[in-house]
């Protein structure tokens, strides 16, 4: 393959999972709980704490994800709100190995990458570019087997 070959896409910054009425009710419900046990141990600084983290979730809970453009070249891969405007960029030297989870209509690319406070960089693909990202990426880094942490099937269960 060419080795000045790029390989380009968009898609959300995260994963979308539309919460109804209810789901907002049972976290208000669950923040308030908290906030009456804080209160009932005399921890202000706590139901404070729950107080913000609460309005903090409902305001992320609505939040529609930004699209994102996604470069991967010969030096690593780039993350930026445009074409031409790079925020993030990872190169391959930083990344520890890559795996590919494929679900129904799409498919998420997991770097593991060097860096201590945010090991993992999770970026949504079309389920039709997988293949070709796999084999791009086999060029530079290791594919690893990745398994779900608790924060991942927290964040499945709750649809966060």
Known sequence: MDQ?????????EYKFRHKDASWYWISIIIGLLLVLVSLWQKNLLFALFIIVAEIMIIVWAKEIPKTRHFKLNNHGIHISTDKHTAIKSVEYENIKGFHIREEDHNGELILITKNRLHPYLKILV?????????????KYVIEVEYE??????IEKIIKF
């Open 4 to 12: 000045h070959k790029e390989i380009n896409w968009e898609a959300p």
């Open 126 to 138: 079309a389920k039709r570019s997988v293949p070709e990202i796999k084999e791009y990426l086999k």
């Open 148 to 153: 779900e942490s608790l924060s991942d099937h």
